[in-house]
């Protein structure tokens, strides 16, 4: 059972997939609690993952499965290390939480939430887990389908038409992925990401350019998904418009391309890697530090809480593909650090930008996708009345204020503790995240080093002037508002999400030993390509013949 | 062939750039359709170009791809265009679907200014 466990992530929310479109559409409670319960069981496989990934040192250290029973470089091949493990949880705890939310009321706003929510883990879990190129393809796919029904889930011509972007653009990376995966294949002849790194180093001068130009052209399918300046142009509008659940589970998606650019690029251009050592990274530094600048400037311009946490997306992962780039493993171990905190934060960021501008608008209206043009809080500007009997100054004399409502004052502290994680402000594990990163930035002197470190500084601040900003003329300008309605099944996952940064920061110790060794794993790509090489399959009745082995012993009769 | 090759798959994927950069959503899925004619036929290329070789194996040969076809492409090939007839068919929901919200085609919703 345990051996097999590695094909769980993938197989369970497909399953579960299946159960639910037979369900039906009209059964929402079992739906839900179906649906539930399977994220619950892949959060569980996940941390049971993530614990054999912690225990196992030298080889053991990975998992490798082969689903059809066939070596390495001719079967598929999925691989559990200690990055996708770490990435695996963090997914399969964004997907609970959104699936928590929408309980309240997203998943009637059309049809099939929970299946598609399935399909969306199925993806991402496969992307992490995949060890060739060919099922990174497929799986991006899945999961790239089901963002597209998750994305237009409720409806209404601001998601049409978001969407419209949204769907041309993936598709047009999908096809230069295509393009570049089989220009690898046309040069190496094969498609496995350990055998690649074991014959990149070997390949003749002439053919290098030829790798490099399909790298290249790969890689821009993964940087558009990982948004980085200047494929992202389409990432604000639709994430912003897309349903609060929905937004929260999208902060994975860039995710998932920063984690394919770290597997191949460490994988693939390590410095034994000959020619080929470091191919991009300057790209990706570059552009990683651009999309920063971008990310931090989008913040400081927008008012709409959901098109900031657009941007904080941007943020992060304009300061992963930054730190992928510079290639330090100090650095990129505090990255690793910084990565899961990062997602959880912009993810019940989304979630609390929803309950915040719903607030503002009648139930029925809260359904319909905002309009992306009005970029502005209508709460609190030209039209604002003020109360007559309102304390403007101290010289007034009634200073006996509106009662904070409790669903005020819980919103109003789930946000203060988002604007902390998310401009990295002491006490929660932003703040040890940016630290990390800084102190590690600290020990090099360059000048590429320093301007990381200016822009990582800056951005924070940035996000600290405008989050607040935000708060401020939401929860403090006294207008004349009806104070928001919390459910529990919509306060509890913001609750939780802000509740695990808070155990995060106290656990800064042991994630930070976790990071470290995965870092030095990355690095030292050997023991990846020998796990992945050597793996051998299970002698079966039809192979037994081919692998030199005695057939299996029949049961008994 | 590989002359022949080249400029179909030139040909294709220089008319559906062309046409996924107009403003109508119709050439847009016209645009999107040539292209990915274009890489499925660039995809097999990448195969080595080969005529008259078997597609399965055969008992008494030996199995190099001197005497066989690569599978490998056509697989990729294959699943690249299940996905892009599903994505095709999703496109031209959400083609409708815009067309019925902003009633006009354009891709950003906006008529001409006439």
């Not at chain 1, 990401?193 to 350019?209: M, N, S, T, Y």
């Not at chain 2, 076809?69 to 690249?80: C, F, I, K, R």
Request: aromatic share 8%.
């Amino acid at each position: 059972m345990i051996q097999h466990l590695l094909v769980i992530p993938v197989l369970l929310p497909l399953l579960a997939a299946c159960l639910l479109l037979l369900v039906g559409d009209r059964r929402h409670r079992s739906q839900a609690t179906l649906g539930g319960l399977a994220l619950l069981a892949n959060l569980g496989v996940a941390l049971l993952l993530l614990a054999q990934a912690m225990g196992g040192t030298g080889p053991s250290a990975y998992g490798v499965y082969l689903p059809s029973n066939w070596e390495a470089p001719f079967g598929i091949v999925l691989v559990l290390d200690r990055l996708s493990a770490m990435m695996l949880v963090v997914a399969a705890v964004v997907a609970l939480m959104a699936q928590l939310f929408s309980l309240a009321r997203w998943d009637k706003a059309g049809a099939h939430f929970h299946v598609l929510l399935q399909i969306q883990v199925m993806g991402v879990n496969g992307a992490f887990l995949t060890g060739d190129l060919f099922n990174l393809f497929v799986f991006f796919e899945v999961m790239l389908a089901a963002s597209y029904g998750l994305l237009l889930h409720g409806s209404g011509p601001s998601r049409v038409k978001a969407g419209l972007h949204y769907v041309t653009i993936n598709l047009v990376a999908s096809s230069l992925f295509l393009v570049g995966a089989s220009m690898i294949y046309g040069v190496t002849g094969t498609l496995n990401f350990a055998d690649l790194a074991a014959k990149i180093p070997l390949l003749a001068a002439q053919d290098r350019p030829l790798l490099h130009a399909a790298c290249a052209v790969l890689a821009v399918a993964f940087l558009a998904k990982a948004a980085m300046w200047p494929l992202n142009a389409w990432l604000v509008p639709a994430y912003s418009s897309a349903s609060a659940p929905a937004g929260a589970v999208f902060a994975l998606l860039t995710k998932v391309g920063v984690y394919v650019l770290l597997r191949l690029s460490t994988l693939w251009f390590s410095p034994q890697a000959g020619d080929s050592a470091g191919f991009g990274s300057a790209w990706l530094l570059w552009g990683g530090m651009g999309t920063l600048a971008f990310g931090a400037l989008g913040m400081l311009a927008s008012q709409r809480p959901a098109r900031l946490a657009g941007f904080a997306v941007i943020v992060s992962s304009g300061t992963l593909l930054a730190v992928v780039g510079l290639a330090r493993p100090e650095v990129t171990a505090g990255a690793l650090y910084y990565l899961p905190t990062s997602t959880f934060a912009v993810s019940a960021f989304f979630l609390i930008a929803e309950l915040m501008e719903r607030s503002r608008l009648s139930e029925t209206r809260s359904r319909l996708a905002p309009e992306d043009e009005e970029d502005h809080l209508p709460f609190a500007l030209a039209e604002q009345e003020l109360n007559e009997d309102t304390n403007l100054d101290d010289q007034q004399e009634a200073l006996i204020g509106r009662p904070i409502p409790a669903a005020t004052a819980l919103l109003g502290l789930a946000f203060i503790a988002c604007t902390l994680l998310v401009a990295g402000l002491p006490p929660l594990s932003g703040f040890v995240g940016k630290v990390l990163m800084l102190s590690a930035l600290l020990k090099d002197t360059g000048t590429v080093a320093w301007t990381l470190l200016t822009l990582v500084v800056l951005s924070g601040l940035f996000a600290l002037v405008a989050l607040s900003r935000v708060g401020m003329r939401f929860f403090w300008a006294p207008v004349n508002r009806a104070a928001p309605v919390l459910r529990v099944a919509e306060f509890l996952p913001i609750a939780l999400l802000v509740l695990l940064c808070g155990i995060y920061t106290v656990r800064a110790e042991t994630v930070m030993a976790y990071t470290r060794s995965t870092v030095q794993a990355l690095y030292t790509p050997a023991g990846y390509v020998q796990a992945v090489m050597g793996a051998r399959p299970l002698p079966t009745a039809t192979n037994a013949d081919r692998l030199g082995l005695p057939p299996p012993q029949a049961a008994a009769p | 062939m590989e002359i022949m090759l080249a400029i179909a798959i030139g040909a294709l994927t220089t008319c559906g750039v062309w046409l996924l950069l107009r403003p109508r959503t119709y050439q847009v899925i016209m645009g999107l359709s040539l292209l990915s004619y274009g890489v499925n036929l660039f995809i097999f290329s990448m195969g080595r170009l080969a005529v008259d070789l078997e597609p399965v194996l055969v008992p008494g040969q030996p199995v190099t791809l001197q005497f066989n076809a690569d599978p490998m492409p056509q697989a990729l090939v294959l699943t690249a265009i299940v996905i892009g007839f599903a994505m095709t068919a999703l496109f031209l929901v959400l083609l409708l679907a815009q067309r019925g919200f902003f009633g006009n085609d354009h891709v950003d919703g906006q008529g001409d200014a006439e």
